[in-house]
Structure formats: structure tokens, C-alpha cells
């Protein structure tokens, strides 16, 4: 009856003694108060009584945020909101013969404290080199540069900081509405080139336009007048070779001419009388055209 009993408290003993170990996690296991091993994931044992488990490591990837106040070149001062991602490192680093699961539990009481310090430091030694416009600019180059400046420091404690973050930049209201009142003058001045510039478009076009217009105009009364004038030559022909004067065929058409203004002005129902400067010589260029009729006639019949 003893050995049973001997056997089942043994089993139980062996059984507590046996643990098992979440993934993306790992175990240190000290010895009598001094680091024995890191376990990983999986089913793990310790010794009884002699070993015990230190501590669980989170080896996935952590954040920390924070806010800090910094000076700018210009002397303005910003606050900005930081994020930290870290985590602890598996691997032994050149130089040491400790891991950095070793280093992160056994080198800090607080590391994510010493961390937002060594970036608190290193922001505010970095942001002063750079103007406000800059800090906005340039913020993720300077989140890069201030994360490679720490994360050298922070492997030394086995923590390897993946990334840094300038998440946000606040000014102070007075700050803040200045920039407001720079901006929106420069797009005011900005519109204003805008427009000038189309406006000038807009007359030169119309000047072209207005030139190539009165160009083809030019041509089109060219065309015309000398399209009247050789009407005119052909007519003053007709009229000569029916006897009359050149002088004669000349007063004829300027007559004709006048008429035919008359009538046009008769269409248009106006009210306004125009009477030749001498009715002497109006009265005798019409004796003239009908004199003009009687010879066309008599020669009309004696043919």
C-alpha cells in the first residue's frame, strides 16, 4: 500500500512541476535565486523545490505613448504627441554572452520609463536644429533619426524599438492662428496671380481674335469695293457706248447713286429729307438724263 501511495505523490509532484508556456511568450527559470535557463513555448518542466519561474516574457510587439513639450529654431514651442513600439529582443547581441530576454528582465526595474527618456532627450536635442515649418515638413525623418539614435541605447537592455512616431504636433492658439492668417493670405495671393493671368489670356485671345476679325474684314471690304468698282467701269462703259459724255456718264451715275440712297432711306421709314446742295444742277443733270433717253430711242429706231 506504501509504493502506490509513494507512487501517486511523486506523479502528482511531477505533474505541478510541469507547465506549459504560451506562444509569443517565454519563461525564465531561476535556480536557487540565480538565472538557470529561458524556456520557450510548449510543455516545459522545472525542477522541484530548487527552480522556480522568475518571470513570463511577452516577446510581441508593445507601445508606449507619451506627450513632450519641444522648442523650435524659431522659438516656438510645440507639443508633440510620441509612439513608441517595441519589443524584447531573442537574440544574443555581438559582444555579450547574454540574450536579450536575459538582459530585459535582469538590466531594468522600469524600461519603458528609461525608454521615453532616452527619446525625450534625444527629441528635444533634435528639434531645435529644425524651423516650425520644418518640424511639420520633416517630422517623419526626424521620428527615424531620433528612433535609430535610441534604439542603439535600448538594446543594450535587450529591448529592440521597431519604430518611433511624431503622431501629432499642437501649437499654442496664438501660434496656431498666425499660421492660419500665413496661409490663407498666400492663397489669397496665390488666386489673385491666378486670375491676372487669366485675365491676360482672356485679352490677348480677344485682341488676337479682334485682329484676325477685322483682318478677314479688311479683306472681305477690299473685295467689295473692288468688286463695285469694277461694276462701276462696266457700267460707265455701257453708258458710253450709248453716246453719252464721259463728263455725262459721270454725273448719270453719281445721280443714279443718289437715287438709290433715297430709296434705301425711304425703306427704312425714316424721317429725315436730304435735298442736293444745288437744285440748279441736280434739275440739270436730270434735263440731261432724259435727253440721254431721246437719243437712245431715236437710234433705236433708225436701226
Known sequence: MVLPILFIILLAFIISNCYMVKQQTCVIIERFGKFARVQSAGLNFKLPIIERKACTINLRTNQVSFNIDAKTKDNVTVNMEIAAQYRVSTQTRE??????????????????????S???DALRSSIPSYTLDEVFEKKDSI??????TVMDKMLDYGYVLTSTLITSINL?????????RINSAQREKEAAQSLAEAERIKVVTEAKAKAEAMEEAGKGIASQRKAIADGIADSLDTIKRSGVSTEEANK????TQWTDMMSEFAKTGTSTVVLPSNFNEASSMF????????VTERKGSEE
Not at 448719270?252 to 445721280?255: K, M, N, R, V
Not at 434735263?287 to 431721246?294: E, M, N, P
Open 95 to 116: 559582444g555579450s554572452k547574454f540574450s536579450g530576454i536575459y538582459l530585459s528582465y535582469y538590466t531594468l526595474a522600469h524600461p519603458t520609463e528609461q525608454m521615453k
Open 118 to 120: 532616452y527619446l525625450v
Open 143 to 148: 521620428a527615424f533619426d531620433v528612433n535609430e
Open 172 to 180: 499654442p492658439s496664438d501660434v496656431e492662428a498666425s499660421m492660419n
Open 252 to 255: 448719270l451715275f453719281l445721280f
Open 287 to 294: 434735263d440731261q438724263i432724259l435727253a440721254a433717253g431721246k
